[in-house]
T-cell receptor
Framework: DAKTTQPTSMDCAEGRAANLPCNHSTISGNEYVYWYRQIHSQGPQYIIHGLKNNETNEMASLIITEDRKSSTLILPHATLRDTAVYYCIVRGTRMDSSYKLIFGSGTRLLVRP | DGGITQSPKYLFRKEGQNVTLSCEQNLNHDAMYWYRQDPGQGLRLIYYSQIVNDFQKGDIAEGYSVSREKKESFPLTVTSAQKNPTAFYLC??????????FGPGTRLTVT
């Protein structure tokens, strides 16, 4: 079972920030939070990951709460091309069963013109 | 261009036939993975391989087989034993502890 809980769907206006929440209350100390997105009928695309510090790259920012039980993916200026299903995944770092990506149903983000 | 290729994009087969899906990567990644996705669902892991000549079953390996004879190739065979083979199949690769990069997928339809 997925270790994360996400809203089924969200929407935001083009040009505005999209804030996608994720709960991972059972995360353990050596597990990272990963975000992927999947545009319809394509393979998932890696976005960002973090352990406990906030992270930012050219695509998005990841804010992880101090207790690490939840996080928020921020797309600062959403475009129509950001419409996709966003998956929040908790994953360990060992190359064993804890390393596999367990995809839940994700959040379907619709960016409105 | 570096990346992962899967072919073909669409594949049609008759029930009872085995079919092999291709996955090739030129990212020099050690690890490769196969996932299955059904409509409206997340991805489920079928098989993964951490290194050449070695692979492990994922969560839904029954009815599937793989080989890893070369670092860049990880073909998946969907056998006639797989009860519901129609699905979207995704291949991915990663360095040993890095993020996974996905191919474009193969949509298999069995009738």
């Amino acid at each position: 079972d997925a270790k994360t809980t996400q809203p089924t769907s969200m929407d935001c206006a083009e040009g505005r920030a999209a804030n996608l929440p994720c709960n991972h209350s059972t995360i353990s100390g050596n597990e990272y939070v990963y975000w992927y997105r999947q545009i319809h009928s394509q393979g998932p695309q890696y976005i960002i990951h973090g352990l406990k510090n906030n992270e930012t790259n050219e695509m998005a920012s990841l804010i992880i709460t101090e207790d690490r039980k939840s996080s928020t993916l921020i797309l600062p200026h959403a475009t129509l091309r950001d419409t996709a299903v966003y998956y929040c995944i908790v994953r360990g770092t060992r190359m064993d069963s804890s390393y596999k990506l367990i995809f839940g149903s994700g959040t379907r983000l619709l960016v409105r013109p | 261009d570096g990346g992962i290729t899967q072919s073909p994009k669409y594949l049609f087969r008759k029930e009872g036939q085995n079919v092999t899906l291709s996955c090739e990567q030129n990212l020099n990644h050690d690890a490769m993975y196969w996932y299955r996705q059904d409509p409206g669902q997340g991805l489920r892991l079928i098989y993964y391989s951490q290194i050449v000549n070695d692979f492990q079953k994922g969560d839904i390996a029954e009815g599937y087989s793989v080989s890893r004879e070369k670092k860049e190739s990880f073909p998946l065979t969907v056998t006639s034993a797989q009860k519901n083979p129609t699905a979207f199949y995704l291949c991915a690769s990663s360095s040993q502890v890095g993020e996974q990069y996905f191919g474009p997928g193969t949509r298999l339809t069995v009738t």
